[in-house]
């Protein structure tokens, strides 16, 4: 039997890892600035991750979410100190667009209303409804929900406040960073108004973190920069380090109905303790401080770069454009220079490492593009 193809593939199999780093069968080191989707954030391999799965499936992987699971609460918990939400409650799922989905469900429910509105560029995922607020075509079957939505350019408050004010909208679904779109970055007071818009219409706001979330941004969620409280914020990627799992924070204000939400693997013994370990690294090697730092650092070095335009990010969601083809230059980087990169879009390049990644590892990027002849 065949894959069905999906992606465009490098000839590359990285078959272990470690830390900012991958090898593939023959033992070539790969730098990894990419994760993998933004996925791997307390880096490859961490033995403190690894013995707490290991540990956890030899006594538990799972068991259905009909009975108690104390790990769930632990997680909720921790996830609540570190984040500074510990008033809001947890929904675990499986995935990003699975947690847009049930965010944008509680919405609906709540306000009794069905309109959303989006942003130009704006991706949330591949799911029904989560892909009926993605701005993209091209991935919108004509069966997905995009009938709903109203998408409006980001930082158009005119637009924003003129469909708000029609009543019909359950939610404003807008990401941290808008990451597949590009890096492009919300202005915090663009979020401080959606916020008062959003309270005034009653409407719910969905911060989605999917991406921008978890401490990449030097903040735990990116939002926190604009010092706004989201009504819904979805999370997931980093979540894991690479082990499935999402999350939706739903604020107080929601009533919570038995039945309304469910999950078959959502919150598993093993997701939970995945998830549970990523945050005792990020918390113990303060790598949210660090995300700041060697952020701030890779975007210093990235201004050395004659090739890099319209350099922009926030910590370690960084993006810059380049003249030619985005995806020639990133092909460029993994054969010749062993770097894994990100892209958006046609002239984009992204870089999502991990939290815990090293000045050297940025030295040794802008090396290696510099290696390139673009
Ligand atoms: N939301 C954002 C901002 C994303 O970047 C993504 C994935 O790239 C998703 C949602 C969907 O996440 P998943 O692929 O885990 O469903």
Redo the contacts with the bound molecule.
């Keep these: 039997m065949e894959l069905f193809p999906v992606y465009s593939l490098y000839p590359v199999e990285p078959v272990r890892g470690r830390g900012s780093y991958v090898y593939d069968s023959e033992g070539t080191e790969y730098l990894d600035l990419y994760g993998g989707?933004a996925v791997i954030s307390i880096g490859h391999a961490q033995p403190t991750y690894v013995q707490a799965i290991a540990d956890q499936v030899s006594r538990m992987g799972f068991y259905s979410n009909s009975v108690e699971n104390s790990l769930q609460q632990k997680l909720a918990n921790m996830l609540g100190r570190i984040s500074g939400y510990d008033d809001y409650s947890l929904f675990l799922i499986n995935?990003?667009?699975?947690a847009?989905e049930n965010a944008l469900k509680l919405a609906s429910f709540h306000t009794g209303r069905n309109r959303v509105l989006a942003f130009q560029k704006a991706?949330?995922?591949?799911t029904m409804g989560?892909v009926g607020v993605t701005d993209n075509p091209a991935i919108n079957a004509p069966l997905n929900a995009q009938s709903h939505t109203t998408f409006v350019p980001l930082g158009d408050l005119e637009q924003v406040e003129r469909e708000l004010a029609t009543g019909e909208y359950c939610a404003v679904i807008i990401?941290g960073i808008q990451?597949?779109g590009g890096i492009q970055i919300p202005d915090d007071n663009f979020l401080r108004e959606l916020r008062r818009l959003t309270t005034q219409y009653e409407t719910c706001l969905i911060l989605?973190e999917?991406?921008?979330g978890y401490g990449r941004t030097g903040r735990f969620f990116a939002h926190q920069w604009a010092g706004i409280r989201p009504d819904l914020i979805t999370m997931?990627?980093g979540m894991g380090n690479g082990f499935p799992i999402?999350g939706v924070l739903i604020s107080p204000m929601f009533q919570a109905r038995t039945g309304m939400l469910g999950t078959t693997f959502g919150g598993s013994h093993l997701a939970c303790a995945a998830a549970i370990a990523v945050l005792q690294v990020i918390e113990e090697g303060k790598l949210v401080d660090n995300a700041l730092e060697v952020g701030n650092y890779l975007m210093e070095r990235l201004h050395q770069l004659p090739q890099a335009k319209d350099i922009r990010g926030r910590g370690l969601m960084v993006g810059f454009d380049v003249e030619g083809s985005a995806s020639e230059v990133r092909r460029r980087l993994v054969l010749e220079q062993h770097v894994f990169t990100g892209g958006a879009g046609q002239h984009t390049v992204r870089i999502l490492p991990a939290l815990n990644v090293g000045k050297k590892e940025i030295d040794l990027f802008i090396e290696r593009f510099n290696n390139l002849t673009i």
Excluded: P, W
Excluded at 95 to 98: I, L, N, Q, T, Y
Excluded at 123 to 126: E, I, M, S, T
């Design positions: 989707h995935s990003g667009a699975e847009n991706f949330h995922g591949r989560a990401e990451g597949v989605d999917v991406q921008s997931a990627k999402g």
